[in-house]
Structures are given as C-alpha cells and as structure tokens.
C-alpha cells in the first residue's frame, strides 16, 4: 500500500540500526556516574506514580542524593540575582528597585561582553574583566599570593575544567598508559572521565577512623602499585571532601604536595566546598597558597590546577553553570593547546561567567547592598552547619550507623552495618549490598540517598552518602525514617539480639 516501504523495512527486508549496544564507544558504556544513576531513576519513577495519584507508605519522596541546594529549598543571594538580571535585561537599569552597587557591576561586565550583551560569545578563557576580578579574588582569599589573571579560565561549572585538564592528562599505551590517582570514596565524576578516556583508576584510600583523613603512606602504597601497570601522572584531591565531608590539615596539604614535587605529578585541586567549613577547629586552606609558603622552588614548579563553582559555598546557583580554574606552572606549548580545546567549546555560558563575578567580587562593608547580602550569606551557612552537628548526632544515636563529623561539603557519608543474611540476599539480586540497603529505603519511607558503592569504599564496608541541605524540619523528619528503618531492617535480618 505504501510502496512496500513499512517502518525499517525495504522490500522486506529488515534495515539494521547503525548504534547498537555492540557498536556504542565501549568507554561510553563503562562510564558509571551513582548521583544521577538507578536509585535516583526510581526516584523519580515513584515520584511521578504519587502525582498521578498512586499510594505508597509514604506522602513524597525526599531526594538527598545530589548538592542541588535550590531544588532543595534554598533561597538564591538577592545581590547576586539582581547583577545578573540587570546584565541579562538592561533595561532595569532604570528601574530603582535596584540598588546601585549592582548596576555598575552589571554595567562593568556589559562592557567587557561583544555588543554590550550577555548574548554574545566571550573569548574561550571567558571575559577578561572577570578573569580579573577572579585573581583579585584569589589574592585576597591567600593573603598576598599573587595571581594572574592570564592562569584564569573560566568553565561551565568545575566539572567542565576538570575534564579538560584531564583530557590533556589522559595519553600513552598499555604501562605507558596515563594513570590517575583519586581518592576513595570519591566523586563520581572522576571514575566516569577516567572510564571514559580509557585512562587508568589509581586508587589511594582515605583513613575512615581517622575521620576520613589522607595518610601520605596510603599515597606511595598505591602510586608504587600503580607503577607496575600505568604511569601515574596527576593526582586528584577533593577539600573538603565529597563524598566525606572531611577538611584537610595544612600538613596534610604541605605532605601531598611534597609527594607530588618528588614524584612528578600534576596536581588537581578541587576546591568547590571552600565556603562550606563547619567545625570550628578546622580551616580550608588553598593547596596554591600552602605551595607558596614551602618556598619558591615548589611554588615556580608543581602543576597545580585549582578548581571553584558557583554551584556550592552558599550560593548554591548549579543552573547557572558558573566555575573557573587557576592553572599555574603549566609550560606555555601546553597551556597553548588548553585554549585550543577551551576554544572547541567556544565559551561558557555568559550567565555563568557573571554569577562568578558576583561571588568574586561581592558587596564590599560601604556598599549599600552589603548588610543584606552577609545576613544571607550567614545565615545559609549557619544553617549548614547546625545541620551538619545534627545530622552527625542523630545517625550516631542509631545501633549499626557510624558517621564521621561533617567537618565542610554538604553531605554525611556514614558507614552502615548490613547483616550478613542480608548482603546475601542482595548478592542473590545481583546486587551491592548498599545498592539493595538503599533501594528498601526508597520504596519504604520514600528517602533517595546515594549507595557508597558509587563513590568507592574499602572492601567489606558500606556507606551511603545523603546531602544536609534539606530545611531543618525536613531533615530531622528524613533522619528519623532513616533510624526507624535501619533498626527495623535490622531486626528484619536477626542482627539484633
């Protein structure tokens, strides 16, 4: 009736789709990323069967598996949002609602934009005046260090730059091979860029009974392991901590950086928790600005790239995608080839770029916008950190539940026991016996929490990770189901006497 062509068939004849699962890029399929993987999809599937009206124990599904602080209730920085909404709509500049201190800021970053528009493509490393304002920042912030502006790149979040001083990492063959040392537990987003630069995992192992602590031991024992198969090249530190939530001791610093001037590593610095330090007794201290004070033969030569975002502190803006890295020491021909690839992408987003201005260059104590901006700025911090001593105390309170202090970051990574009937049944399932812990938990009192099998964890243990940055309320009620069910779950599986 149609000339004999139905769907995919031609004469009869089946036409076979070109992408299939056997010809997908193999580095594509072993690409892993747990915040936004299973779990979550469940999620979200449950979510939506509750709106259309289905029943389950419980009313909504609480999601604490991802740092998304608006989503979670957060409230955007007024000054923050105002600068950009006079940049995206100029025409505000006439209207006074808003205050003056963010007119000539948004005015100052039109002028550095082709055409005055926040439409316009910026040059790959971003706008220069932002550049500017970033080193500024980062001199302040390290108490004289010096910065240059020109080391300056702006990114579409950090996760953007990592990547792309990963992929300038990333080369060689079989022991050759690139080998990229990461924390463990980690971030996922550096197991999934190293699967999928086909690049080599070199895990070293954070102390869980010394609060999550780096043991410099710990690093020779897996780079010397690493040696026998990969050529380790760059290591990754996260300070503070995601998922652990711990904030590195300047000696601590001062031993990672020592081992990677003896050992000849490019260092990788994500610093996106840096506002997020809770614990009064512990500090966040820049690896740029501790590499400067052991002196100007470390401080002329490790490759150092340091990350920040716009996405966490207390601005919490991840829509924006805002984020910028300070690569120093990095010899010229290459930094060459890093605005060739900054330059494949053309730029980050304008909107992002004057986000990060913002947090750089915030009201300063004779500006008229400043007392509201630092009751807020407070007051989302402070918030975070009584969650952080609440969080710690209730999941410490629960028989089987073991969480290190939440010193920095926005998440509690504690450790769980799982009665052993139960990891059987889980293996059973084909599953990590966290990933089973945490899927009972969704379907019973509707908590989404990330198992620590996505983020690595020593053989034999089990964690989860879940974010502190619900309202008050609504984390005391998410803890409570959390203790009602392990203890109920315990019970289940005989492990309570």
């Not at 063959?173 to 990461?182: A, L, N, P, Y």
């Not at 034999?460 to 998410?478: A, C, N, Q, Y």
Request: aromatic letters at 8%; proline letters at 6%.
């Amino acid at each position: 009736k149609n000339g004999g062509l139905s769907a995919g068939r031609l004469n009869g004849k089946m036409r076979e789709k070109t992408l299939t699962m056997d010809t997908l890029n193999p580095q594509v399929k072993a690409v892993e990323y747990a915040v936004r993987g299973p779990i979550v999809i469940k999620a979200g599937e449950i979510e939506k069967y509750l709106e259309e009206g289905g029943t389950k124990p419980f009313s909504e599904v609480i999601k604490a598996n991802i740092g998304d602080a608006h989503a979670m209730g957060q409230q955007p920085i007024t000054f923050l949002r105002q600068v950009v909404a006079l940049c995206t709509f100029p025409e505000l500049m006439d209207s006074p609602s808003f205050p003056e201190d963010a007119k000539w800021r948004a005015q100052r970053i039109l002028q550095g934009c082709g055409g005055h528009s926040l439409g316009s493509y910026s040059a790959s490393p971003g706008v220069e005046c932002i550049r500017k304002d970033i080193a500024a920042y980062i001199e302040q912030r390290d108490e004289g260090v010096p910065s240059d502006w020109e080391n300056i790149y702006l990114t579409t979040g950090a996760s953007d730059g990592i990547m792309t001083i990963l992929r300038l990492l990333v080369s060689g063959k079989d022991s050759s091979r690139t080998g990229v040392m990461i924390p463990i537990p980690q971030y996922p987003l550096y197991s999934a860029a190293i699967s999928e630069m086909d690049a080599v995992q070199v895990n070293y192992y954070l102390d869980e009974d010394n609060c999550w602590a780096l043991d410099i031991n710990e690093l020779y024992r897996a780079y010397q392991a690493a040696k026998l198969h990969c050529q380790p090249r760059v290591i990754c530190i996260i300070n503070p901590g995601n998922p652990t939530g711990q904030v590195q001791s300047k000696k601590c610093i001062e031993e990672v950086l020592h081992f990677a001037y003896e050992e000849n590593l490019f260092v990788m610095s994500d610093e996106v928790y840096q506002d997020n330090v809770y614990t009064p007794d512990c500090q966040f201290h820049s690896f740029k600005k501790v590499l400067y004070e052991m002196g100007p033969e470390y401080f002329n030569s490790v490759e150092l790239a340091s990350f920040h975002s716009s996405s966490k502190g207390y601005m919490g803006e991840c829509g924006f995608r805002g984020g910028y890295m300070e690569v120093i020491n990095m010899d010229p021909e290459v930094k060459a080839q890093l605005v060739k690839l900054l330059s494949v992408r053309l730029c980050p987003p304008l909107a992002g770029q004057a986000a990060m201005d913002v947090i750089v260059n915030p009201p300063q104590s004779d500006e008229h916008s400043y007392k509201q901006f630092h009751q807020e700025k407070s007051s989302v911090l402070g918030a975070l950190a009584d969650k952080a001593k609440l969080t710690e105390q209730i999941l410490n309170a629960v028989p089987g539940i073991k969480c290190n202090p939440v010193q920095g970051a926005m998440y509690a990574f504690p450790r769980i026991f799982i009665p052993p009937k139960a990891v059987e049944e889980a293996k059973a399932l084909g599953m990590q016996p966290d990933m089973f812990y945490c899927l009972r938990l969704l379907e019973e009192t509707g908590i989404c929490v990330v198992p620590g099998s996505g983020f690595g964890q020593k053989d034999g243990t089990h964690h989860f990770r879940m974010t502190i940055l619900p309202s008050i309320e609504k984390l005391k009620v998410l803890l409570g189901k959390v203790r009602d069910f392990h203890i109920s779950f315990l019970k289940e599986y005989s492990a309570l006497e």
